[in-house]
C-alpha cells in the first residue's frame, strides 16, 4: 500500500509533457501485448496444424485398419511409443526401403497388447523423446525478442523526435573552429577592389590591437553585393580560409519557418554562440530571403520573417554590442533589402562585386587552368578579350566545357577549337544539326551576312566575332558581335545596333521582297524586332535621345511588393505618348532605311559572303572582315582602270 502512494505522489509531481509521454508508452505497452498474445495463438495453431497433409494420409493407418490387417496376419513387426502414443507398423507385402505406417492409438489400449502377442507379431515398446514443447518455447522466446526489438525502436525514435522539437528553435548555421575550405585570397581574381576591403578584415582579426590602439573600431558588417556567380560566395570562403578565428555559414532562407518566433529564436542562438566563440565571422548567404522591406506588398509583410528580421537588427546593433563578432552577408537584391539593415552600425561597409574587366576575366582564367592540361598555342588573353559580359561562374563553366569537349574528342589537352565551341556552348546552347542545303539554307545565310556585313560597314558598331549556318539552342543561325568592354552606350552605338539587326529584314525584303513579293518574309525576324523596339523606346523614354528633349518619360521599373503600386500609370499625357510612338517608329523607319541602302550598295559583295558561307558553314570576324576588305580593294581598282 506505500509503494503505491508513493508511485502515485510521484506521479502527480512529474510534468505535464512526461505525464503524456508516460501515459503514450502505457498505451503503446497494451497493444503491444495484445500483438503478442495473437502471434502466440496464430504460432501455437500453425504448429499443431500438419504441414504435409497429403503425404501424412499416404503413409498412415487407421486404427480399424491396424486390427484388420492384425487379425489376416498381413503385419511383420509393430513398435509402440508410448511418448507420442502413436505405433510404427511393418507390413509383410512392403518393401524393405519402404518407411513403417504410422497408427494414432487411443489414449486407452489394455487389449491392444495382448492381441498383439496372440497373433506371434514381432513386437516393441520404445521412448523417444518429444521436441514439440521445445520447439513451441523457442517460438515464443523468437516472437518476444521481436516484440522487444519493436519497442525498444518505437521508444528510440520518440525520444528523438521529442529531442528535436526541443531544438526546433536553434541555430542551423554550420560552425568550424577554423575552416578549412581550401580557398584563399591568390585563389580569388577578378575582384581586386573587394578582395583588399575583407583582407582587411581579416586583419581586424588577427590584429585588432594594430586599429584599437588608434582609436578605430572593427566594423560590425560588410554587405558583398554584385550579380549571380561573381564570386560573392568565393570571397566569404577565401576569408573563412585567411582567418584563423571560427567561421559559422548560414543561409538566409533557414531562418525563416512557418511557425512565429522560430527565426528570431534561431537569430538569438546564432549570435549566443558566436557571442562564446569571439572573436569570430558570421556569414549569411542570400540575406535576402530574411532582410526584406517590413511592410511592403498587399496585407502587410509576414509576421515571421519581420520578427526575424527585427531580432537580427537587435543582434547586430542593439543595446548589446556583439564585440568581436563580424557578419558577412551576400545579396544580388539589395533593392529589396530594408533601409534599417543597411544603415552604418550595422552593415558598415557595402561593396560590390561586379563583372569582370579585362585583366579580372584574365586572372580568372589563369586561376581555373591551373588544374586543366592547357595547349601551349592557347591564348588566355584572347579568351579573356572574347568574352566581355562574363562572370566568374561563367569563365569557370567555359574552361570547363572546353575540358569536356577534349575529354570526348581524345585529345591530350584542351585547344582554341575547343574553347572557342564552349563559348559558343555557353553563348548561344548546345550545337544542333546542320542545315540541309536549299532554299531555306541560301534565305538564313542571306540574312546572317546582311547583318554581319551591316553591323561591318556601319561605324560606331561592336566587332563582329562569328557568323554561323550551325544552329544552337533554338536559333537556326548565329550572328555574334563582341559586346563593347567599358560599357558607355552612346546614341550612336544604339542606332548602329539597330540598323544592324533590321539588316536581316532589309535582307529579305531586298533580296528575296523585290523578287518573290512579301511572301518572303519570315517570322524569325520577331525577336530582333522586340529587342530593338525596346531599345529604341528607352532611347526616348529614359536616355533622352530623341526631339523630346532630355525628360526621363519612364523610369526604372519596381517588383510591385516593395510598396509600388501594382499598376503604374504613365507619367504623361495621352498627347506625349502619341508622340512617343511617333518618334520610336520615326528612329526604327530610318534605321531600317540606311539598312536596306547598306545592302543594296553592296549586293556583289553580300553575295560572294554567302557563298563562302553556305560553303564553310561559318566565318570569323577576322576573316569576315578580310574579305570585306579585300573586295573593296579590288572593286577601287577596277573603277580606277575604268577611268
Same mark, same amino acid.
Given at each position: 500500500?506505500?509503494?503505491?502512494?508513493?508511485?502515485?505522489?510521484?506521479?502527480?509531481?512529474?510534468?505535464?509533457?512526461?505525464?503524456?509521454?508516460?501515459?503514450?508508452?502505457?498505451?503503446?505497452?497494451?497493444?503491444?501485448?495484445?500483438?503478442?498474445?495473437?502471434?502466440?495463438?496464430?504460432?501455437?495453431?500453425?504448429?499443431?496444424?500438419?504441414?504435409?497433409?497429403?503425404?501424412?494420409?499416404?503413409?498412415?493407418?487407421?486404427?480399424?485398419?491396424?486390427?484388420?490387417?492384425?487379425?489376416?496376419?498381413?503385419?511383420?513387426?509393430?513398435?509402440?511409443?508410448?511418448?507420442?502414443?502413436?505405433?510404427?507398423?511393418?507390413?509383410?507385402?512392403?518393401?524393405?526401403? @519402404?518407411?513403417?505406417?504410422?497408427?494414432?492409438?487411443?489414449?486407452?489400449?489394455?487389449?491392444?497388447?495382448?492381441?498383439?502377442? %496372440?497373433?506371434?507379431?514381432?513386437?516393441?515398446?520404445?521412448?523417444?523423446?518429444?521436441? &514439440?514443447?521445445?520447439?513451441?518455447?523457442?517460438? $515464443?522466446?523468437?516472437?518476444?525478442?521481436?516484440?522487444?526489438?519493436?519497442?525498444?525502436?518505437?521508444? *528510440?525514435?520518440?525520444? &528523438?523526435?521529442?529531442?528535436?522539437?526541443?531544438?526546433?528553435?536553434?541555430?542551423?548555421?554550420?560552425?568550424?573552429?577554423?575552416?578549412?575550405?581550401?580557398?584563399?585570397?591568390?585563389?580569388?581574381?577578378?575582384?581586386?577592389?573587394?578582395?583588399?576591403?575583407?583582407?582587411?578584415?581579416?586583419?581586424?582579426?588577427?590584429?585588432?590591437?594594430?586599429?584599437?590602439?588608434?582609436?578605430?573600431?572593427?566594423?560590425?558588417?560588410?554587405?558583398?553585393?554584385?550579380?549571380?556567380?561573381?564570386?560573392?560566395?568565393?570571397?566569404?570562403?577565401?576569408?573563412?580560409?585567411?582567418?584563423?578565428?571560427?567561421?559559422?555559414?548560414?543561409?538566409?532562407?533557414?531562418?525563416?519557418?512557418?511557425?512565429?518566433?522560430?527565426?528570431?529564436?534561431?537569430?538569438?542562438?546564432?549570435?549566443?554562440?558566436?557571442?562564446? %566563440?569571439?572573436?569570430?565571422?558570421?556569414?549569411?548567404?542570400?540575406?535576402?530571403?530574411?532582410?526584406?522591406?517590413?511592410?511592403?506588398?498587399?496585407?502587410?509583410?509576414? @509576421?515571421?520573417?519581420?520578427?526575424?528580421? $527585427?531580432?537580427?537588427?537587435?543582434?547586430?546593433?542593439?543595446?548589446?554590442? $556583439?564585440?568581436?563578432?563580424?557578419?558577412?552577408?551576400?545579396?544580388?537584391?539589395?533593392?529589396?533589402?530594408?533601409?534599417?539593415?543597411?544603415?552604418?552600425?550595422?552593415?558598415?561597409?557595402?561593396?560590390?562585386?561586379?563583372?569582370? @574587366?579585362?585583366?579580372?576575366?584574365?586572372?580568372?582564367?589563369?586561376?581555373?587552368?591551373?588544374?586543366?592540361?592547357?595547349?601551349?598555342?592557347?591564348?588566355?588573353?584572347?579568351?579573356?578579350?572574347?568574352?566581355?559580359?562574363?562572370?566568374?561562374?561563367?569563365?569557370?563553366?567555359?574552361?570547363?566545357?572546353?575540358?569536356?569537349?577534349?575529354?570526348? *574528342?581524345?585529345?591530350?589537352?584542351?585547344?582554341?577549337l575547343e574553347i572557342n565551341d564552349a563559348i559558343d556552348r555557353v553563348v548561344a546552347g548546345m550545337e544542333g544539326l546542320p542545315l540541309v542545303d536549299g532554299r531555306i539554307k541560301r534565305l538564313i545565310a542571306y540574312r546572317e551576312v546582311a547583318c554581319a556585313l551591316v553591323g561591318t560597314l556601319i561605324p560606331n558598331h561592336n566587332p563582329l566575332t562569328k557568323t554561323t549556318l550551325i544552329p544552337r539552342g533554338q536559333r537556326q543561325a548565329l550572328t555574334i558581335f563582341v559586346p563593347d568592354e567599358d560599357g558607355l552606350i552612346t546614341r550612336n552605338s544604339i542606332?548602329?545596333?539597330?540598323? &544592324?539587326?533590321?539588316?536581316?529584314?532589309?535582307?529579305?525584303?531586298?533580296?528575296?521582297?523585290?523578287?518573290?513579293?512579301?511572301?518572303?518574309?519570315?517570322?524569325?525576324?520577331? *525577336? @530582333?524586332?522586340?529587342?530593338?523596339?525596346?531599345?529604341?523606346?528607352?532611347?526616348?523614354?529614359?536616355?533622352?535621345?530623341?526631339?523630346?528633349?532630355?525628360?526621363?518619360?519612364?523610369?526604372? &521599373?519596381?517588383?510591385?511588393?516593395?510598396? %509600388?503600386?501594382?499598376?503604374?500609370?504613365?507619367?504623361?499625357?495621352?498627347?506625349?505618348?502619341?508622340?512617343?510612338?511617333?518618334?520610336?517608329?520615326?528612329?526604327?523607319?530610318?534605321?531600317?532605311?540606311?539598312?536596306?541602302?547598306?545592302?543594296?550598295?553592296?549586293?556583289?559583295?553580300?553575295?560572294?559572303?554567302?557563298?563562302?558561307?553556305?560553303?564553310?558553314?561559318?566565318?570569323?570576324?577576322?576573316?569576315?572582315?578580310?574579305?570585306?576588305?579585300?573586295?573593296?580593294?579590288?572593286?577601287?581598282?577596277?573603277?580606277?582602270?575604268?577611268?
Amino acid at each position: 500500500m506505500k509503494i503505491k502512494n508513493q508511485s502515485h505522489k510521484i506521479g502527480t509531481n512529474l510534468p505535464l509533457n512526461k505525464a503524456k509521454r508516460k501515459g503514450k508508452g502505457k498505451r503503446v505497452y497494451q497493444n503491444l501485448h495484445r500483438l503478442a498474445a495473437s502471434l502466440m495463438i496464430l504460432q501455437t495453431v500453425f504448429l499443431t496444424t500438419p504441414a504435409l497433409a497429403q503425404r501424412v494420409r499416404d503413409n498412415n493407418l487407421s486404427y480399424s485398419q491396424f486390427i484388420q490387417k492384425l487379425k489376416r496376419g498381413e503385419i511383420a513387426k509393430v513398435e509402440l511409443d508410448e511418448t507420442t502414443n502413436k505405433a510404427k507398423v511393418t507390413l509383410k507385402e512392403q518393401n524393405k526401403n @519402404d518407411p513403417p505406417k504410422e497408427v494414432i492409438l487411443f489414449a486407452q489400449n489394455q487389449d491392444l497388447i495382448p492381441k498383439i502377442r %496372440n497373433t506371434n507379431v514381432e513386437f516393441e515398446i520404445t521412448s523417444s523423446l518429444d521436441h &514439440s514443447t521445445t520447439v513451441g518455447v523457442i517460438a $515464443n522466446l523468437i516472437i518476444i525478442l521481436l516484440l522487444l526489438a519493436g519497442l525498444v525502436m518505437i521508444i *528510440r525514435r520518440s525520444a &528523438s523526435a521529442s529531442g528535436q522539437a526541443f531544438n526546433f528553435g536553434k541555430s542551423r548555421a554550420r560552425f568550424q573552429m577554423e575552416a578549412e575550405t581550401g580557398i584563399k585570397f591568390h585563389d580569388v581574381a577578378g575582384i581586386e577592389e573587394a578582395k583588399e576591403e575583407l583582407q582587411e578584415i581579416v586583419t581586424f582579426l588577427k590584429q585588432p590591437e594594430k586599429f584599437t590602439a588608434i582609436g578605430a573600431k572593427i566594423p560590425r558588417g560588410v554587405l558583398l553585393i554584385g550579380p549571380p556567380g561573381t564570386g560573392k560566395t568565393l570571397l566569404a570562403k577565401a576569408i573563412a580560409g585567411e582567418a584563423a578565428v571560427p567561421f559559422f555559414s548560414i543561409s538566409g532562407s533557414e531562418f525563416v519557418e512557418m511557425f512565429v518566433g522560430v527565426g528570431a529564436s534561431r537569430v538569438r542562438d546564432l549570435f549566443r554562440k558566436a557571442k562564446e %566563440n569571439a572573436p569570430c565571422l558570421v556569414f549569411i548567404d542570400e540575406i535576402d530571403a530574411v532582410g526584406r522591406q517590413r511592410g511592403a506588398g498587399y496585407g502587410g509583410g509576414n @509576421d515571421e520573417r519581420e520578427q526575424t528580421l $527585427n531580432q537580427l537588427l537587435t543582434e547586430m546593433d542593439g543595446f548589446e554590442g $556583439n564585440s568581436g563578432i563580424i557578419v558577412i552577408a551576400a545579396t544580388n537584391r539589395p533593392d529589396v533589402l530594408d533601409s534599417a539593415l543597411l544603415r552604418p552600425g550595422r552593415f558598415d561597409r557595402q561593396t560590390m562585386v561586379d563583372y569582370p @574587366d579585362f585583366q579580372g576575366r584574365l586572372g580568372i582564367l589563369e586561376v581555373h587552368a591551373r588544374n586543366k592540361k592547357i595547349a601551349p598555342e592557347v591564348s588566355l588573353e584572347t579568351v579573356a578579350r572574347r568574352t566581355p559580359g562574363f562572370s566568374g561562374a561563367d569563365l569557370a563553366n567555359l574552361l570547363n566545357e572546353a575540358a569536356i569537349f577534349t575529354a570526348r *574528342r581524345r585529345k591530350e589537352a584542351v585547344t582554341m577549337l575547343e574553347i572557342n565551341d564552349a563559348i559558343d556552348r555557353v553563348v548561344a546552347g548546345m550545337e544542333g544539326l546542320p542545315l540541309v542545303d536549299g532554299r531555306i539554307k541560301r534565305l538564313i545565310a542571306y540574312r546572317e551576312v546582311a547583318c554581319a556585313l551591316v553591323g561591318t560597314l556601319i561605324p560606331n558598331h561592336n566587332p563582329l566575332t562569328k557568323t554561323t549556318l550551325i544552329p544552337r539552342g533554338q536559333r537556326q543561325a548565329l550572328t555574334i558581335f563582341v559586346p563593347d568592354e567599358d560599357g558607355l552606350i552612346t546614341r550612336n552605338s544604339i542606332l548602329a545596333m539597330i540598323t &544592324s539587326a533590321l539588316g536581316r529584314r532589309a535582307a529579305e525584303e531586298v533580296i528575296f521582297g523585290e523578287t518573290f513579293g512579301d511572301s518572303e518574309l519570315t517570322s524569325i525576324i520577331g *525577336r @530582333d524586332i522586340e529587342r530593338i523596339t525596346s531599345l529604341t523606346r528607352d532611347m526616348v523614354t529614359k536616355y533622352g535621345m530623341s526631339e523630346l528633349g532630355q525628360m526621363a518619360l519612364e523610369g526604372q &521599373s519596381q517588383p510591385i511588393f516593395l510598396g %509600388n503600386s501594382s499598376g503604374e500609370s504613365p507619367e504623361y499625357s495621352e498627347k506625349v505618348a502619341a508622340h512617343i510612338d511617333a518618334q520610336v517608329r520615326t528612329i526604327i523607319k530610318e534605321c531600317g532605311e540606311r539598312a536596306k541602302q547598306i545592302i543594296r550598295d553592296n549586293r556583289a559583295l553580300l553575295d560572294r559572303l554567302v557563298d563562302v558561307l553556305i560553303e564553310q558553314e561559318t566565318i570569323e570576324g577576322e576573316e569576315f572582315r578580310k574579305l570585306v576588305k579585300e573586295f573593296s580593294q579590288s572593286s577601287q581598282s577596277k573603277l580606277v582602270t575604268s577611268s
